[in-house]
């Protein structure tokens, strides 16, 4: 299954719960991940404003970044204005279209009361990890 991580699950999976069970889903491979690259400069600022940029599992994400395992990546995407409440947000779901998700996995209330865009399901990681 393709899916775009939004940031607040993927820094969340540094601290534990069903955000760390839905990344573990990505590094197993039982999870295509979707990237961009404003959602990997995103997922990277954060990263570094909490101040885990020198935690060993912030390398060994990286790295399996740089290698594309299990993941696919969008070199372009569309323009879309889907996310009235956070427009910086749109872009998980150009990233979704452009690559063909099935589902964004957030925790985001803005994003999840979209529910559906073009076929893309958005469910919280509880709810993803209940739906596979």
């Excluded at 601290?15 to 491979?29: A, E, M, Q, S």
């Excluded at 979707?34 to 990263?47: G, R």
């Excluded at 779901?93 to 803005?110: K, M, P, Q, Y």
């Amino acid at each position: 299954m393709k899916a775009v991580i939004d940031t607040n699950v993927f820094v969340s999976s540094f601290f534990g719960g069903n955000p760390r069970k839905v990344i573990d889903l990505w590094k197993t491979g039982e999870l295509i991940l979707c990237l961009s690259e404003p959602i990997v400069h995103e997922y990277v600022a954060v990263l570094r404003r909490l101040g885990l940029e020198g935690e060993d599992e912030l390398g060994e994400l990286l790295d399996l970044f740089a290698r594309g395992t299990h993941l696919l990546f969008a070199a372009a995407t569309p323009k879309l204005a889907v996310v009235a409440a956070d427009p910086a947000d749109d872009k998980f779901f150009e990233c979704a279209v452009a690559l063909r998700a099935e589902v964004i996995v957030t925790g985001d209330r803005a994003l999840r009361d979209i529910n559906a865009y073009m076929g893309i399901r958005v469910l919280s990681p509880q709810e993803f990890l209940a739906s596979r």
